[in-house]
């Protein structure tokens, strides 16, 4: 079946421009996550979805971050006023449910490249 | 909060060897784990998962890790390897929340000769 796809797999912007990223999950997946993995680091989380609501924002680097899951399905990750340290790939996961058991499906990322 | 630590960033094996690559990590109560693999261009793969039960827990690709409380370890093994397990390596430890978000590692690379 289909994964977890992600669009564009990758942006170039300029400084101070605003871009969208996004990501859709499997479906029938409740749950959904954004992470971000700068060079030669593993993945930080940033926040998290159940349904439509952001359960955990707690990893939104500052408020130029914001992210979207209107209907529960497909979510937007946004942010405004790029800078050149924004510059990384960001990876969405979903995941069945939140519960034991549970496990993230990784889709190939979008590479964001602020210049 | 929960955190990873590979000690590792780069290993390199000839194919064939066996690999072991090192994971701790730091969590106040049973944490779950995880290895990832991220091959160059390709999205993070689910290796292997421990909850609880058997510490010793097996995966896909030949790789099983073993999950020790008292060394706070969960190292990763695979007996043979091939010159396709050369790819970047990820630990991760999720909480027992309400929000299961992952802590990854930083990652070891591996990188096989012949």
């Known amino acids: 079946g289909a994964g977890v796809s992600q669009t564009p797999s990758n942006k170039v912007t300029e400084k101070g421009k605003y871009v969208e990223l996004r990501c859709d999950p499997i479906?029938?997946?409740?749950?959904l996550y954004w992470y971000r993995q700068s060079l030669g680091q593993g993945p930080e989380f940033l926040i998290y979805?159940?349904?439509?609501?952001?359960?955990?924002d707690s990893g939104l680097p500052n408020d130029r971050f914001f992210a979207v899951r209107p209907e529960g399905s497909v979510s937007t990750l946004k942010i405004q006023r790029t800078e050149r340290g924004d510059s990384a790939v960001y990876l969405c996961?979903?995941?069945?449910?939140?519960?034991?058991?549970?496990?993230?499906?990784f889709g190939p990322g979008t590479r964001l490249t602020v210049t | 909060a929960q955190s990873v630590t590979q000690p590792d960033i780069h290993i390199t094996v000839s194919e064939g060897a066996s690999l072991e690559l090192r994971c701790n990590y730091s969590?106040?109560?049973?944490?779950?784990l995880f290895w990832y693999v991220q091959s160059p261009g390709q999205g993070l793969q689910l290796l292997l998962k421990?909850?609880?039960?058997?510490?010793l827990v097996q995966g896909i690709k030949g790789f099983e890790a073993e999950f020790k409380r008292s060394q706070s370890s969960f190292n990763l093994r695979k007996p043979s390897v091939h010159w396709s397990d050369a790819a970047d390596y990820f630990c991760?430890?999720?909480?027992?929340?309400?929000?299961?978000?992952?802590?990854f590692g930083a990652g070891t690379t591996v990188t096989v000769r012949a």
């Open positions: 991760a430890v999720g909480a027992q929340s309400n929000d299961y978000k992952l802590s």
């Open positions: 996961a979903s995941s069945p449910r939140l519960a034991e058991g549970y496990e993230q499906y």
């Open positions: 969590y106040g109560a049973t944490p779950y």
């Open positions: 479906s029938g997946h409740t749950a």
């Open positions: 421990y909850f609880s039960g058997d510490t």
């Open positions: 979805f159940q349904g439509t609501g952001a359960a955990d």
